[in-house]
């Protein structure tokens, strides 16, 4: 068996150089790049039937040292990946082209269409990623829709059945509000915690803190205070705190179930974004006379005191813990409201920008 060269084929695209080695059947191939020097061994069938075939070549500027090869019952395959991503004038260091070596015209392409074949096949990727974000985009905005809808129809419902007894019943509604409205209210309440969950998932573009100081701030209240305490359920400030939760949510909730099929009525926008601004402080003053409510009978009942030793006294009275929550309650107002006064800004700067 002699040893020949085989002919060689090449082509390049921006970060690849394509080798075809023209020998069928090869076996015992040995390939290799060592100081990006290409060196190739290996028995087949070529032009002068089975023999064993070597050549070298030393690529004009740096290659990865490693190769990928595929031998076919026709070829050998070769392809090797440039350092930078870059167009070669021509394969090897040397300049006189060696005789073996000659373009691959399956696969050859000049510097601009391999630029336009690159293009297409980014363009191709953009399009199947976007295409495979589309059905995820919908169970995400069919999730927020459902969520949202079923959270006006709870706050709808209190609000409603709230209004109607305060107009037939007068002031004698506000007596009884818990025990008309409280089973919807803990379950609205309860759902409410997938507000915190769903920007902790990246689902809704906003932050994780004013919607965990929002819904554990009425948590407290509602479990804690009135949930806990029959004392406190019927109290006339259960009526004011429920009515000022539910006035903002009839707003805020249609107004996110638009956003989800990409609608907007500007008057709901305008709501969601101005009634707050009373309604916030209203509905923290109204929380914090709960709280100051309930310290006595928090007091007289030592309902959630923690038992201390001897030493120290009877017990620790639960009332330390409000008088601490309504120091937060002060401070979470102040940090919501920061938060809800740049959110209007940021979406009444941004309808005005679209406007111009
Ligand atoms: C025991 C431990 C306790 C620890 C806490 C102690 C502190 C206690 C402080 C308590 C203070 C609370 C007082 C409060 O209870 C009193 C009242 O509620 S009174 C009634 C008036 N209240 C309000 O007006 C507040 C209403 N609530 C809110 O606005 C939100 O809960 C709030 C988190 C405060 C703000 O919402 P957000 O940050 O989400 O702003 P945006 O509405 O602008 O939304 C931003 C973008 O996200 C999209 N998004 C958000 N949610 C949804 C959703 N459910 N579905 C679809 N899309 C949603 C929204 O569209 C925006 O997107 P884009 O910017 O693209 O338009």
Redesign the pocket.
């Known amino acids: 068996m002699q040893t020949l060269t085989p002919h060689v084929f090449w082509a390049q695209r921006h970060s690849e150089i394509y080798l075809r080695v023209e020998i069928s059947d090869a076996k015992n191939l040995d390939i290799n790049i060592r100081e990006n020097v290409l060196y190739f061994k290996g028995q087949g069938h070529g032009a002068k039937g089975e023999n064993e075939y070597e050549f070298s070549l030393e690529f004009l500027n740096p290659v990865e040292p490693e190769i990928k090869h595929k031998s076919t019952q026709r070829q050998v395959n070769i392809t090797v990946r440039k350092q930078k991503h870059c167009w070669w004038n021509r394969l090897t260091m040397q300049e006189r082209k060696p005789l073996f070596l000659g373009p691959d015209f399956d696969r050859w392409l000049d510097e601009s269409d391999a630029e336009m074949e690159l293009r297409e096949k980014e363009e191709k990727i953009n399009k199947i990623s976007i295409e495979s974000r589309i059905p995820r985009d919908r169970l995400k905005k069919g999730y ?1 829709f459902m ?2 809808l079923v959270q006006f129809l709870g706050f709808s419902w209190i609000f409603v059945n709230m209004t109607v007894r305060l107009f037939i019943l007068q002031e004698d509604s506000f007596y009884d509000t818990f025990h008309t409205t409280a089973d919807v209210m803990y379950f609205c309440q309860m759902l409410a915690i997938a ?1 915190v969950i ?1 920007p902790a998932l990246g689902l ?4 994780v803190m ?2 965990f ?2 819904v ?3 948590n ?1 209240v509602l479990f804690v205070i009135f949930g806990s305490l029959e004392e406190m359920q019927n109290k006339p400030v259960v009526f004011f705190v429920f009515y ?2 539910s ?2 949510e009839i707003f ?1 909730y249609p107004f ?1 179930m638009l ?2 099929i990409d609608t907007e009525w500007k008057t709901l926008t305008w709501l ?1 974004y101005t009634i ?1 601004i009373p ?2 402080p ?3 003053l109204a ?1 914090a006379v709960a709280v100051i409510q309930s310290i006595p009978i928090f007091n007289d009942t030592k309902f959630l005191s923690i038992p201390l030793p001897e030493t120290l006294g009877s017990f620790l009275s639960f009332s330390y813990v409000l008088q601490l ?1 309504l120091l ?2 002060f ?3 102040y940090s ?1 409201f920061r ?2 006064y740049k ?1 209007r800004r940021r ?1 009444f700067r941004m309808k005005k920008r679209k406007a111009n």
């Open positions: 927020l969520y949202n507000e769903n809704v573009r906003t932050g004013p919607a100081i929002q554990m701030g009425r407290f000022l939760w006035a903002i805020r996110y956003t989800c969601r707050w309604l916030y209203l509905g923290v929380e929550y937060l309650m401070l979470g107002l919501n938060h809800l959110q979406r």
